[in-house]
């Protein structure tokens, strides 16, 4: 059961650390934060941050030919 709370910006204001604790703890999902009953923020527990960042994209693409060769094309640039 997914329990998300809408709440007015100026009442959000009163009760911002009750409401991060609310979150931190796991007592909610989410809040989502209005203005004039429109939502224009949502407030989340952050995940789990896995594993490190240098080489969490390893894999993901795939590097064809040689990256050192010329393409054989001609550069503006080196006809100056």
Do not use: N
Not at 12 to 32: N, V, Y
Not at 45 to 71: F, N, Q, R, S, V
Not at 73 to 80: M, V
Request: aromatic share 4%; charged share 30%.
């Amino acid at each position: 059961m997914e329990q998300t709370l809408e709440i007015g910006a100026a009442a959000f204001k009163a009760k911002c650390l009750q409401l991060l604790d609310e979150i931190s703890e796991h007592k909610r999902d989410a809040i989502i934060i209005t203005k004039r009953g429109k939502p224009v923020a949502k407030l989340s527990p952050i995940g789990d941050a896995g594993g490190p960042i240098y080489g969490a994209m390893k894999g993901l693409a795939k590097i064809h030919g040689d990256l050192t060769e010329p393409l054989g094309a001609e550069w503006e640039a080196l006809r100056r």
